[in-house]
């Protein structure tokens, strides 16, 4: 059985005993129940991961850490997923398991159709909420990187933004698919794919994409949720690109 892993959030070398941050000694030792002297290794999210052995005294928690293990579980290139904000809590689902997918980074969009609307600090609360899934998520998956959760913001103020790769929205009707769209682009290193809401984009959302040079590809002859559509897309690619 490997040993429990743990994100850290500070500067890790070998050889160092470090105190664990509060939250995740409680974690560690009153949740997981571990003793004094089991291995559990830690990360930092810079890559790599540190085995150590742990140290209880009192409430607190101590780490002796060990030599540094440059063990990687990332894809071979990058992708991003831009979700449009689902209803309830199927954000919390898709976010965890883009992570466990290998996803890079993940951009909620408060498109015009999303029936969840987020602003102000019930706002802030949630996307800490992600982050703190996707925290967990890598903890659980391997990962030694973090997968970034951005804040919400509109389709319009997403595209703004540099342009990072190939870009490919998901549309039922698009005349290309997607594994046309990716032979079409050799020695691809970066791909974001765009998920509307479950009402799916609106035209002018998908005008705004047209004119921004994202382009649109089918996948598939079912309707997939918009929570499980990102995802497949992510496995697919990346199985596609040999990622």
């Known amino acids: 059985m490997s040993a429990p892993r743990f994100f850290c959030d500070a500067p890790l070398s070998a050889g160092a005993r470090i105190a664990l941050p509060e939250a995740l000694a409680h974690h560690a030792i009153r949740v997981l129940r571990l003793r004094a002297g089991e291995t559990v290794a830690l990360f930092n999210g810079q890559g790599g991961e540190y085995p150590a052995v742990l140290e209880i005294e009192g409430k607190a928690g101590f780490a002796q850490l060990g030599a540094f293990d440059p063990r990687e579980a990332e894809l071979a290139g990058r992708i991003t997923l831009v979700q449009g904000l689902p209803a309830g809590d199927k954000m919390d689902w898709v976010v965890e398991k883009a992570v466990e997918l290998g996803a890079a980074r993940v951009c909620p969009i408060a498109a015009q159709r999303s029936v969840l609307q987020l602003s102000g600090p019930r706002l802030e609360k949630r996307v800490a909420h992600w982050q703190r899934i996707a925290q967990s998520a890598a903890e659980q998956c391997g990962r030694n990187r973090l997968m970034a959760v951005d804040a919400p913001v509109t389709l319009a103020d997403w595209l703004t933004q540099p ?7 998901c549309h039922p ?5 997607l594994a046309g769209r990716l032979g079409a682009t050799p020695g691809l290193q970066s791909l974001t794919l765009l998920v509307g809401p479950e009402g799916g984009w609106s035209d002018k959302e998908l005008a705004q994409a047209r004119e921004a040079g994202v382009q649109a590809v089918r996948f598939g002859p079912r309707v997939l949720r918009t929570e499980t559509a990102g995802l497949a897309l992510i496995s697919a690619a990346g199985a596609l690109l040999g990622w």
């Open 163 to 169: 342009a990072e790769g190939l870009r490919l929205l």
């Open 173 to 177: 009707e698009a005349d290309a698919d």
